[in-house]
Structures are given as C-alpha cells and as structure tokens.
C-alpha cells in the first residue's frame, strides 16, 4: 500500500489553537472531527502517522507570565494542556476506527504511556498512530521543537506542519494582497528572507538533521492526502 504513497512514515504537528476551532479556546469537536477524516485517509493509506499536538487553547507558559505565574511552572502547565488536546484526539481517532497510543514525555501511566522511542517506533511499524504529549518535558521549549525533535528520532521522512494558511509565502498574505506562495523553498532563503515558519530551534534542527518541513493547510479537505500521493502544489515544501 505504501507504494503509492510519497512519504512512508511523517510527523505531523497540530497546534492546540487551530483544535480550538473559532473560539479559540477550548477543543472544538467539529474540528476533532475534521482532523480524524483527514488523517484517516492517510493511515488508510498505509502512510505512518505520527503526531505532536499543541497546547496553546489551553494554556501556555509566556501568558501564564503575563498573569503572574511563574514561567517554568507555566511552561508546565502548558505541557499537561498538550496532554489534554493528545487524550481529545485519542478519543476521537478511535471513534474512527485508528488504532492509537499517547506517549507523554511527562510520565503519566494511568492515562497514557511513557514516552520511549523505540516503543514508538514498534507502534508505528504496527500501524497504530501514535501522539507524542507533554511536548520535550522540558520548560523553556516549543511544540514545533519537539516535532522536530520526534521526527529526528524516530526517523521521519518529513515534518508537515498543519496551520491555517496553505504555506509559506513571500509576505503576510492577510496584509499584503500581492503576496505569493512558495512552492518550495531551501532552509537558507527562509532563513534568509527572516519567514516565520517555526520557532529557529525547531527549523535549525530540521536544516541540521536534512529533514524537509512541509507548511500546509490542514484545513483544506484532502490536502494531508494529496500529499501523501505526491501533490507538491498543497503547499510549501523546505529543503
Ligand atoms: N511547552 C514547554 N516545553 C515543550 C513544549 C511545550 O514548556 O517542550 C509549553 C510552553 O509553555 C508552550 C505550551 O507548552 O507555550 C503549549 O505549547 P505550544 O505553545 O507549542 O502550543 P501550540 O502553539 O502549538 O498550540
């Protein structure tokens, strides 16, 4: 099956904002929905699905600051939010049929497994999508960090970052109307032309580990699938 398929085993990072839908905060159930049609396409592909998930609808560490809490207890904070947004989506998977596992780098062993690689990888190989939670289960990282930092480890083809637009594009498209998509572009001109696409830990250790970043719209129906089938033109692919 995987024959037809571009990419044999990805990471793809979900922010916990976008599973907030037009509130912004808390888990919309619409989008639970969305995000499991699309991803089970993939899988039923044969496609390896591996995913970092967000916690930013519920809380993060830099605001928590903001309101007088201290940041390293923010930051972890944050991560049990991602804990909460992986359990969602568990749920929801498996409502869908996807066998799923959450390892958290945070132990928690009475709502989901410990992180340890070579138990994700088993996982994986298994056909079973597995949510990596609790972000690095270090203060002071993102969860765009810790995509990167998966994808490396368990050996990924591609890191695809799923947000609201449909990729990278030479100015913000919202306040520039003349602005264009990049189809594909090096790690040195993001770098370069200063575009946001992740945090720089995140995007240096992609461009260290030659591990291509795709930016897409995780929004647009059938685009994660179009990818997986070779469709370059859903998005921006880093090389
Ligand atoms: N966080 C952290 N270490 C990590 C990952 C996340 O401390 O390795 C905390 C941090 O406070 C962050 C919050 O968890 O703000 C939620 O993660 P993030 O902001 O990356 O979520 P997203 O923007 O993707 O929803």
Known sequence: MTSQTKYKRILLKLSGEALAGPNGYNIDPAVLEQYSQEIKQVVDLGVE???????GNIFRGVSGERSGIDRVQGDYMGMLA?????????????????YTRVMSAIKMEQVCEPYVRRRAVRHLEKGRVVIFAAGTGSPYFTTDTTASLRAIEIEADVVLKGTK????????PMKDKSATRYTTITFDDVYEKKLSVMDLTAFTLCQENNLPIIVFNMNTKGSLLRLMQGDDDQGTLIT
């Not at 991602?82 to 996807?98: C, D, P, R, W, Y």
């Not at 637009?165 to 913000?172: E, I, L, P, R």
């Open 82 to 98: 991602t804990v909460i947004n992986a359990m969602a989506l568990q749920s929801s998977f498996e409502k869908h049929g996807m």
């Open 165 to 172: 637009v449909d990729g990278v594009y030479t100015a913000d």
């Open 49 to 55: 699905v591996a995913i970092v998930i967000g916690g």
